[in-house]
């Protein structure tokens, strides 16, 4: 038999019996939608906290630090490999290294010092960062307002959204994310700021009587060339950018408030935390880094590149280290929510089992006479499945429909609720378009699996007992 | 439409049964339905089997339709041997080479005349587009041209019957079996029906096989009655009554015990 044939009967077959099709078809529905919606709201949990990831804009880069720094990331790190007395040190030569592995598009230190800035003669404090000129093509600086730095060594800056808020004498509100950066930008694009910081110089060679107006470093007589002098600097900033960035989001240049371009940063010589601990290890005048960022091709390649830094006695770190737990935890719980759901499914399916083995006992004598004038084995079979298939769809569609409406009633109570605790609103309960194809195919093949016993049994159905079947 | 292409015009067996036994277990008990039935049936004859309820006569048609299978001995209907053919080739057997008609007729009630009879068109793939113009046509011969649309329990017995053998011939079967076709209509209306069939065993050269216990209405329309009793052949008589014999041309065969 053809296929617009099964269909048309096997739809005229479930019209026969309305009322109990129909319930079953509800069944599959209410199984369908309470698989959707505990996917979608897995899929929905999952989102935000990979948007906030994302945002980071560190997925390509791995972050390279001495082990003398003895702040690490992974206990097991610690304990194998050097002590962090002998460890290497992360100078310009090892970045230098670095930068020539393979897969290694830059390698650039992390420049960043806590220092005082002026904007209309109020001082405000803030960390600034350095940053290279490929941050340019990162997704994080997608979203400035104005413009990028003109030149790797011009005296600009780019200010985060806080800290623009905190120069416009506007109180950041806790925890909202959509400020209008624009809005922010306008009156500050263009203006100068005042950055104060201090500058270390080498002083000439050790004994020498090094005075400063400033301050003075207490530099150890017996090491040569070791010692500097830090001296009070000042440097005009131009605004030429506010970034839309995550303050809260992960480790990394952007967790800093203000932003500089790295050649300028590093012609500053503006002392850094690592400096004074340093001092008694630093003979010549080639810099030492607290850290250094590595940027990778692909984030397919951080892992090997994050083991052969490793291997060269660094500590690594990347954001994929981090969101690899993540990840996992969501994938379990996206498990364990397809089980939940797919329970209400398994009982729909013992439904349709139900329903077209009752089918059959009804139908005996029809499918006698079917045999009688023609009908295969083959056709019996394909007509219950045919049934089982349009159930299957039917069911399907109608519970994407619930699940989807069932999700936007839990959205709308979640945010309400979110919304008295003050908190931003966020969409808990994501249905994409694969979800939606996935659960009416899949509702399509239950439907057809339990089709199977009934189906087989239609078929094999004796043509002599079922026409003697009143 | 007369004596279409294709119908075996000779006179060799249509239908050969030999040593034919159908046997069934009830509990402790072995029921011999068939017991070693031996028959020919000439093409284009008209047949009768005979016999009083439970001698096994309903059990040989459906041995013959191919809706069971033998338990020893064969069936051979048109050179195939039917206890050889596999459950597909069977039911494919049963969609071209058999057109049956029942006592309890036998239509789904929940399609129409047109559907009903439009159903074996379905089994054998035919095209769409022709279905509705051949069901119609297959109905109009049988004068319920005006009931197409109508569902079974609409009709009369008579009617439902006339839309049974409507649907029996639509695939163009060379042989018709027909169950205790009168059984369930009243004496006017059989005799309309029997007539229907006499009809196409004598225009299309049909072979016809009809199971009836009513020894007077076989007497009238067939042209060979066989008697059966405990599964068992116990008569085998040409029937000379002359209103069988009309337009006759086909031999019946002589007393086989």
């Not at chain 1, 400033?214 to 970034?243: C, F, H, M, N, W």
Request: charged letters at 25%; glycine letters at 8%.
């Amino acid at each position: 038999m053809k296929l617009p044939d099964l269909t048309e009967l096997a739809v005229r077959n479930l019209r026969e019996s309305v009322l109990r099709n129909s319930l079953t078809t509800i069944g599959i529905s209410v199984g369908v939608a309470s698989l959707v919606a505990m996917l979608s709201l897995g899929i929905g949990l999952q989102q935000p906290a990979s948007r906030r990831l994302m945002k980071s804009g560190l997925f390509d880069t791995v972050v390279v630090t001495s082990r003398r720094d003895l702040r690490n990331f992974n206990r097991e790190e610690e304990r194998s490999g050097p002590a962090p007395g002998e460890s290497r040190i992360l100078d310009e030569p090892t970045r230098r290294e670095i930068e020539r592995l393979p897969n290694v598009l830059e390698a650039y230190p992390d420049i960043r010092f806590i220092t005082e800035l002026r904007f209309e003669d109020k001082p405000h404090l803030t960390m600034v960062a350095a940053l290279p000129p490929s941050a340019q093509s990162n997704d994080a600086f997608d979203a400035v307002q104005g413009h990028f730095f003109s030149t790797d060594i011009a005296p600009e800056v780019i200010l985060q959204k806080t800290f623009a808020e905190e120069l416009l004498g506007k109180t950041p509100r806790v925890g909202i994310d959509e400020t209008n950066v624009a809005e922010l930008a306008a009156p500050l694009l263009g203006k100068e700021l005042t950055m104060r910081y201090a500058q270390r110089e080498t002083t000439e060679a050790a004994g020498s009587k090094a005075t400063n107006d400033s301050s003075t470093a207490p530099a150890d007589r017996s090491l040569a060339g070791a010692a500097y002098s830090v001296v009070s600097r000042e440097q005009k900033l131009k605004i030429v950018g506010v970034a839309d960035l995550d303050p809260e989001s992960m480790r990394g240049p952007t967790r800093a408030r203000v932003f500089l371009p790295l050649k300028l940063a590093e012609s500053l010589h503006a002392m850094q935390p690592t400096d004074l601990r340093e001092i008694s290890r630093s003979a010549n005048d080639e810099p030492v880094y607290s850290s250094v960022s590595v940027r990778v091709k692909s984030p397919s390649q951080i892992q090997a590149v994050e083991d052969t830094v490793k291997k060269m006695g660094f500590n690594t770190f990347s954001i994929l280290d981090a969101s690899r737990s993540v990840q996992q935890f969501f994938k379990v719980l996206d498990v364990f929510l397809g089980i939940f759901g797919s329970l209400a499914l398994a009982v729909a399916f013992i439904g349709i089992v139900n329903t077209l083995v009752m089918a059959i006992l009804e139908r005996r004598r029809e499918i006698g006479i079917m045999k009688a004038i023609g009908a295969s084995d083959g056709d019996i079979r394909k007509l219950f499945f045919a049934e089982a298939g349009a159930m299957g769809v039917l069911g399907g569609i109608v519970g994407v429909a619930l699940g989807w409406a069932i999700g936007q009633v839990i959205n709308l109570g979640t945010n309400i609720y979110l919304k008295r605790q003050s908190f931003p609103p966020e969409h808990f309960w994501a249905v994409p378009w694969w979800l939606v194809a996935f659960a009416v195919v899949f509702s399509f093949l239950v439907s057809l699996a339990a089709g199977l016993y009934p189906a087989g049994r239609a078929a094999r159905l004796d043509p002599v007992q079922a026409l003697r079947y009143e | 439409m007369s004596s279409a292409p294709g119908f075996p015009q000779n006179h060799a067996p249509a239908i050969r049964a030999e040593q034919l036994c159908r046997h069934y277990r009830m509990g402790e008990t072995l029921i011999r339905a068939v017991d070693g039935v031996t028959l020919n049936v000439r093409t284009g004859e008209f047949v009768a089997l005979l016999g009083s309820s439970g001698s096994g006569k309903s059990s040989v048609l459906n041995l013959i339709a191919g809706l069971d299978r033998p338990t020893s001995g064969s069936v051979i209907v048109q050179e195939r041997d039917l206890a050889q053919l596999s459950r597909e080739d069977l039911a494919r057997y049963r969609l071209h080479t058999v057109g049956m008609v029942f006592q309890s007729f036998n239509l789904i009630a929940s399609m129409t005349l047109a559907e009903n009879v439009e159903l074996p068109m379905r089994f054998a793939e035919v095209d769409r587009e022709k279905r509705g113009d051949l069901a119609r046509e297959a109905l109009a011969r049988v004068g319920l041209l005006a009931r197409v649309n109508h569902r079974p329990s609409e009709l009369s017995g008579g009617e439902q019957q006339r839309a049974a053998l409507a649907r029996a011939l639509i695939n163009r079967p060379q042989l018709l079996l027909a169950d205790e076709p009168t059984g369930n209509l009243d004496s006017h209306t059989g005799t309309e029906i029997m007539n229907m069939v006499r009809e196409f065993n004598q225009q299309l050269r049909m072979t016809v096989v009809m199971v009836t216990h009513e020894r007077a209405l076989a007497e009238r329309y067939a042209q060979r009655l066989i008697f059966l009793a405990d599964g068992k052949l116990v008569g085998d008589d040409s029937n000379s009554t002359v209103a069988a014999k009309a337009g006759t041309h086909a031999s019946a065969e002589g007393e086989r015990r």
